[in-house]
């Protein structure tokens, strides 16, 4: 099988991991980053190529690319967008799919497809303008809240309000800079969350996260902390279906526990390899490629 991985850091952990889990199966795998590639189109025919080498020619492409700045603008995640959907139109099998990823990467979008498919979730809002925020603040808005941008990883674009005066002045500070907000009520679990990693509707490995002093997001890259955790069947169901309405065959799914059951707050379609197997023992790479075929 041949293997194409976009990735905005070739040489980074999960790219590494994955050729290497490619190459022990007698894959051959080739790595791009988004801002090497050219797609021509005239009418007649079409060309997409990295290094002069026919992207068309693989079998799968892994779309790994997270967000990367380049002359001050963010531009290898559409880039990759553009580059697969390309890929996809030529018959190359894409994992994630470009549709999927772009739903992923939109938190609202993800919570509205989570909220359909009747899974649990933490009570959410979408508020345009400052009086309908003012209103949902005094009125409807359990205290402390967690305010989202639509886009973010790693925690960032993530803010606890303990108040509604501070709910509300982040959330006119927000679309004052054009930005659409999640509104969230806060969920309290010990600053904890698991992340369930999810291939091709199977949970591989599993960690529990925890918060550093001080913060209430658990993200490892803010300074947190990770434990292996087994799941039990009833978690796992959830997880695995939270990737599936999203569309996603590989997933980071991430959840609370609460005395009500779990809730499912995220669903990343590019989640890293090198905590979750750090801390799990488990060849996670090993599972994405194994389960290409």
Request: net charge negative.
């Amino acid at each position: 099988m041949k293997i194409l991985v976009f990735a905005h850091n070739p040489t980074g952990y999960a790219t590494r991991r994955l050729a290497e889990a490619a190459k022990q199966r007698g894959h051959e795998i080739e790595v791009a980053r988004p801002l090497d590639c050219v797609v021509r189109l005239n009418g007649r025919f079409t060309t997409i190529t990295h290094a002069h080498h026919d992207l068309t020619q693989f079998d799968v492409a892994l779309l790994r690319t997270v967000g990367q700045s380049y002359m001050g603008h963010e531009i290898s995640v559409p880039l990759e967008n553009y580059l697969a959907t390309q890929l996809a139109l030529a018959g190359v099998r894409c994992l994630n799919t470009p549709t999927a990823k772009q739903i992923a990467s939109d938190k609202f979008h993800t919570l509205q497809l989570l909220n359909h498919a009747g899974l649990p979730i933490p009570d959410s809002w979408l508020v345009g303008g400052l009086e309908q925020m003012r209103e949902t603040a005094v009125n409807d808005l359990p205290l402390p809240a967690v305010i989202k941008l639509p886009r973010g990883s790693w925690g960032a674009g993530v803010i606890k309000a303990d108040t509604a005066e501070a709910a509300l002045s982040t959330h006119h500070l927000l679309s004052s800079l054009s930005k659409i907000a999640t509104v969230q009520a806060f969920v309290a679990a010990n600053n904890q969350d698991i992340r369930a990693f999810v291939v091709g509707g199977n949970v591989v490995a599993a960690m529990r996260r925890t918060a550093p002093a001080g913060d209430f997001r658990a993200n490892i890259h803010l300074g947190g902390t990770a434990v292996v955790v087994t799941l039990p069947p009833a978690t796992q169901a959830i997880a695995i279906a939270a990737a599936q309405a999203v569309g996603l065959e590989v997933a980071g799914v991430d959840l609370l526990e609460t005395a009500a059951g779990p809730l499912v707050i995220e669903v990343n379609s590019t989640p890293g390899l090198e905590e979750i197997e750090a801390t799990t023992g488990v060849d996670v790479a090993g599972a994405i490629v194994g389960y290409l075929g």
